[in-house]
């Protein structure tokens, strides 16, 4: 997926001007850390209405950081689980997540040296 797809660079700079590279910084590290956990353990076991909230709180977060490849894998499935439909690709979810975060780690100098 190119990059463009992948991440929004124009709302990771927007954040980083509106909280500060300190702030940013430490926004990112949470984002990151609760990103893996709930990406690791996302279920359609847990149920229809867990597991949309689960997309949900992911989709929110992944809109705010600027991952918009993500948000949008869990648009859809948060919208399938809430029609009762749990057949969301997890792997496509997962290596979208995988792939948006190494660019995002990988991109961030080149984002802000603009």
């Known amino acids: 997926m190119t990059d463009d797809r992948l991440i929004d660079w124009a709302r990771v700079r927007e954040l980083r001007y509106e909280i500060g590279e300190d702030g940013f910084e430490e926004v990112v590290g949470l984002f ?13 076991d847990v149920g229809a209405k867990k597991f949309a909230a ?3 709180y992911l989709k929110g ?3 705010n950081l600027g991952f918009q490849a993500l948000a949008a894998c ?3 499935g ?4 809430n029609q009762g439909d ?8 997962r290596s979208t997540y995988a792939e948006s975060r ?13």
């Open 61 to 63: 977060a992944a809109l």
């Open 54 to 56: 689960d997309l949900h």
């Open 74 to 76: 869990c648009q859809d």
């Open 102 to 114: 190494a660019r995002f780690l990988g991109g961030q100098e080149e984002a802000f040296a603009a």
């Open 32 to 44: 990151l850390d609760e990103a893996d956990e709930t990406v690791a353990r996302l279920s359609p």
């Open 86 to 93: 749990l057949s969301v690709d997890l792997d496509l979810l």
């Open 78 to 81: 948060e919208r399938r689980a």
